[in-house]
């Protein structure tokens, strides 16, 4: 039994990606499309916008229909969320998620089952495969372009949504690394002047990241565990998620990258010192914030520009105040930017030789690190155009930390 999405429930985008299945599956003449995963598989949460659970569904593509077999329990929100017909678990006798996709095959192909040619991902876990491929005559493991990387204007809006969530959060550390003061003790031999004190005890990373989840959450979004903020060597971690105390006069590195409520991520990156500014955090942070603006006037050409005249553009700048890029120890060891989706990371890159296109959404970050020192890194998140591109951030790229910024953050917000 199969239950209809109501015809008044947004299409969610839907239409475009079953086409280009419908496209794929007849060149690769093959009968159907079938992909098995569970919510940690972004490519089953683009086809299907369903949040399901850590345990295996099905979603199959065919007669030019999308059809969800929904996990048990899960009925009613894959019908909220999915822009396709929905078959529940409990009106099955399948024992798992690839014997139901079988069914939903048997249900509706024109011919019978085991004679069916099978189009699937590569992706697919391997036990999967094979109890499909044992139901039907042939089963082709083919990469598909869903279209994930040309994002439309609804998801540009989710991402938008996202990005302005994480702003609230930057803004939220830069409070607290305005209101911190350097330790102190009454006898000033005992003084740790290497360590910062706020709301009455010392200043960590973890302190100040889970000031920053918190913040997330309040709006709306989970900080998937990718709330990476690092202090002084930690910084050159490009992925620090430990705890590290925060001391005056280091470079202090938040990258906020929260996943919003349909699946897709925000990227946003700033690097702040508290207290005095030494020579090599401001020609790193003066070297990085060129990279940026660099990065941008490559930009500004728009779909059709080649992806990796974006990344020599930052690096051209970045060597000019004496930084290496590459495979380096000192400078800048990865890319300008990548693209975001329902993937933190996904096409496209900024490295590429492939030009960008309209409806890109990518990260501009370029960055400066010295395992010794500390490092810098200025992160926003943009959409390419079809004559230059919009930039979905609106934060300030300022050293010294604003102690006004939460206050103002709100007008920021809506400047996107």
């Not at 790193?284 to 990344?311: C, K, P």
């Not at 060597?319 to 000192?330: K, Q, T």
Request: net charge negative.
């Amino acid at each position: 039994m199969t239950r209809n999405r109501p015809s008044s429930r947004p299409n969610r985008d839907g239409n475009a990606t079953f086409e280009r299945l419908a496209d794929a599956t007849a060149a690769a003449g093959a009968d159907a499309f079938v992909h098995v995963g569970d919510r940690f598989d972004d490519d089953l949460r683009y086809l299907t916008r369903f949040a399901g659970p850590d345990r295996d569904y099905a979603f199959v593509h065919v007669a030019g229909r999308a059809v969800l077999c929904a996990p048990r329990l899960f009925a009613e929100q894959a019908e909220r969320e999915f822009p396709g017909s929905v078959v529940s678990a409990s009106e099955s006798s399948a024992s798992s998620a690839a014997e139901r996709a079988l069914e939903v095959l048997g249900d509706r192909l024109a011919s019978p089952l085991e004679d069916a040619c099978v189009l699937a991902l590569p992706s697919m876990p391997a036990g999967v495969t094979r109890t499909v491929a044992d139901g039907v005559d042939e089963v082709v493991l083919e990469p598909i372009d869903l279209g994930r990387a040309r994002k439309t204007s609804a998801e540009r809006d989710r991402h938008a949504f996202v990005q302005r969530a994480a702003q609230r959060g930057m803004a939220r550390a830069e409070a607290v690394l305005a209101a911190a003061t350097p330790e102190t003790a009454e006898d000033a031999e005992e003084a740790r002047l290497d360590e910062l004190r706020w709301d009455g005890d010392l200043l960590t990373t973890e302190r100040l990241r889970r000031e920053v989840n918190a913040t997330l959450a309040r709006s709306g979004v989970r900080d998937a565990g990718n709330t990476v903020i690092g202090a002084g060597t930690t910084c050159a971690d490009l992925h620090f998620t430990g705890d590290d105390r925060i001391g005056p006069g280091e470079t202090v590195l938040l990258d906020l990258s929260p996943r919003g409520p349909q699946g897709y991520y925000a990227d946003l990156t700033r690097t702040y010192v508290v207290g005095d500014v030494g020579e090599w955090e401001r020609r790193s942070y003066d070297a990085v914030a060129e990279a940026r603006d660099a990065a941008f006037d490559a930009l500004r050409g728009g779909a059709g520009t080649r992806a990796a005249d974006v990344h020599e553009a930052a690096t051209g700048k970045l060597a000019e105040y004496g930084f290496e890029s590459g495979d380096v120890d000192v400078g800048m060891s990865h890319g300008t930017g990548h693209g975001v989706g329902v993937s933190l990371h996904e096409a496209p890159s900024l490295s590429s030789e492939d030009p960008l296109e309209a409806g890109h959404v990518v990260t501009v970050e370029p960055g400066v690190y010295d395992p010794d020192r500390g490092g810098v890194r200025l992160e926003d998140l943009v959409v390419v155009t079809a004559d230059g591109y919009e930039n979905l951030t609106a934060y300030p790229c300022e050293i010294e930390p604003n102690p006004t910024r939460a206050e103002t953050i709100s007008d920021l917000s809506n400047q996107i």
